[in-house]
């Protein structure tokens, strides 16, 4: 199974906003999601949009702990990126 992990980081303060898709279309699913088409599209902001499959969250956690070093603002920031 693979997962889909859309994070968006902001590079100045390096806080994040992490949604997880899971099951078996997990990436393909987090690709289509028209939030991350349209952020993806967004240029000239401190946002950065990662769209990463992996088999867990866990797995991504490691691989790309860049990603993962500031605040989780996932439930404050989550309605500003749906």
């Given at each position: 199974?693979?997962?889909?992990?859309?994070?968006?980081?902001?590079?100045?303060?390096?806080?994040?906003?992490?949604?997880?898709?899971?099951?078996?279309?997990?990436?393909?699913?987090?690709?289509?999601?028209?939030?991350?088409?349209?952020?993806?599209a967004?240029?000239?902001?401190?946002?950065?949009?990662?769209?990463?499959?992996?088999?867990?969250?866990?797995?991504?956690?490691?691989?790309?702990?860049?990603?993962?070093?500031?605040?989780?603002?996932?439930?404050?920031?989550?309605?500003?990126?749906?």
């Amino acid at each position: 199974m693979m997962v889909g992990v859309i994070i968006r980081y902001n590079r100045k303060t390096g806080d994040r906003c992490v949604k997880v898709y899971d099951g078996p279309n997990g990436y393909l699913d987090a690709g289509n999601d028209p939030a991350y088409l349209r952020d993806s599209a967004k240029v000239g902001t401190d946002w950065e949009v990662a769209l990463i499959g992996s088999d867990s969250l866990d797995s991504v956690m490691h691989t790309h702990s860049r990603y993962f070093s500031g605040r989780d603002r996932t439930k404050e920031l989550a309605a500003q990126f749906e």
